[in-house]
């Protein structure tokens, strides 16, 4: 399977394009903690970025912040529980709903988040024209 855009058949996986930006990175760094002088540290920002933006174009898909979100709400309702002791009852049924929806989310997610690696690993970008495709398409 050649790239789609350009017909090209000289490409990279998206996770070997990921990792090696990762590696420049912390390589430019080793040679700032040895004391390069002058425009070194300049040197680094600017390298740094450039192989950081293809880097993280080619980054793995992230896990989503809501079940997160779902175990403040909890952590809340426990302070709750203990703040306003009157209110107990409907404090524990806020702690319950909220372990309930973030259990759910998490396994959820973990099924979404498999899929969405799965499909990353697969990803291809083409070496002359940086389109990322997939080898199946
Ligand atoms: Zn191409």
Request: proline share 4%; hydrophobic share 40%; net charge negative.
């Amino acid at each position: 399977m050649s790239c789609p855009k350009c017909n090209s058949d000289d490409w990279k996986s998206a996770s070997l394009v990921y990792s090696e930006g990762l590696t420049h990175v912390s390589v430019r760094a080793t040679g700032i903690a040895s004391g390069e002088p002058g425009g070194g540290i300049g040197t680094f920002v600017a390298s740094g970025l450039n192989q950081t933006h293809a880097s993280r174009l080619a980054a793995p898909p992230q896990r989503s912040s809501l079940s997160f979100f779902f175990g403040i709400l909890t952590a809340l309702s426990l302070f709750l529980c203990f703040a306003m002791s009157w209110l107990w009852l409907i404090a524990v049924l806020f702690c319950a709903l909220g372990m309930f929806v973030y259990f759910e989310t998490e396994s959820g997610h973990d099924e979404a988040h498999e899929s969405a690696m799965a499909a990353w690993r697969e990803l291809r970008r083409c070496e002359r024209c940086g389109t990322f495709y997939k080898p199946t398409e």
